[in-house]
């Protein structure tokens, strides 16, 4: 059974830091991996996607990296601003079921003190 | 604007009642799904309908049901046998089951009184 880990659960961080958030997960047979934001009280943003046969997606000042073999995907971001103060959620799309669900981590709540 | 609309943004249940909460899509996806989202827990598929008219169970469908008579539509309601119904509901469509990308709408805060 596929299982999304994200640790930490919450995160605070000054301005202008470089940062990293991570996710695993127990069963590497994935399609692809995302990760999304999601802001107090409202739906989620996608903002990148990993296909399976890629190790990285760039959007910005965001980086998504994949390592299948070890179960692992960080989201680094850069020179960090307030604004990206929200909740991060990765998931994991598995390809063993003819249904491509999605199966999400917890998520990391972070935090950018000004 | 292209997009998902929910409503209402908040909604109270008294104990045995149903409700029912409205998921609108216009941009032309034949996937819809129904989330809940609990605190400090990931997302759980509810329901989704790969196209009108049919739709099938995800992991928590209990207590809960759906319909999809139009492309465009995915209420969702939730019956007096859900037990603990309080959550966040989050619907989601893609273009298709396999598309690459879902979109979100804003979410429904459901408490029970």
């Known amino acids: 059974k596929q299982e999304v880990t994200q640790i930490p659960a919450a995160l605070s961080v000054p301005e202008g830091e470089n940062l990293v958030l991570n996710c695993s997960f127990t069963?590497?047979?994935?399609?692809?991996l995302q990760w999304f934001r999601q802001d107090p009280g409202k739906g989620l943003t996608s903002l990148l996607l990993?296909?399976?046969s890629q190790r990285e997606q760039t959007s910005g000042r965001l980086n998504a990296s994949l390592d299948k073999s070890s179960g692992r995907s960080t989201l680094y971001i850069a020179a960090s601003q307030p604004g990206d103060s929200a909740t991060y959620l990765c998931?994991?799309?598995?390809?063993?079921?003819?249904?491509?669900?999605?199966?999400w981590g917890a998520g990391t709540k972070l935090i950018i003190k000004p | 604007d292209g997009g998902i609309t929910q409503s209402p943004k908040y909604l109270f249940r008294k104990e045995g009642q149903n409700v029912t909460l409205s998921c609108e899509q216009n941009?032309?996806?034949?996937?819809m799904y129904w989330y809940r989202q609990d605190p400090g827990q990931g997302l759980r598929l509810i329901y989704y309908?790969?196209?009108?008219?049919?739709?099938q169970k995800g992991d928590i469908a209990e207590g809960y049901s759906v319909s999809r008579e139009k492309k465009e539509s995915f209420p969702l309601t939730v019956t007096s046998a859900q037990k603990n119904p309080t959550a966040f509901y989050l619907c989601?469509?893609?273009?298709?089951?396999?598309?690459?990308?879902?979109?979100f709408g804003p979410g429904t805060r459901l408490t029970v009184l």
């Open positions: 069963d590497s047979a994935i399609y692809n």
């Open positions: 309908s790969q196209i009108v008219n049919d739709f």
């Open positions: 990993i296909q399976s």
């Open positions: 941009l032309n996806h034949d996937a």
């Open positions: 989601a469509s893609s273009i298709s089951l396999l598309g690459l990308e879902q979109f």
């Open positions: 998931a994991v799309r598995r390809e063993k079921d003819s249904n491509y669900q999605l199966i």
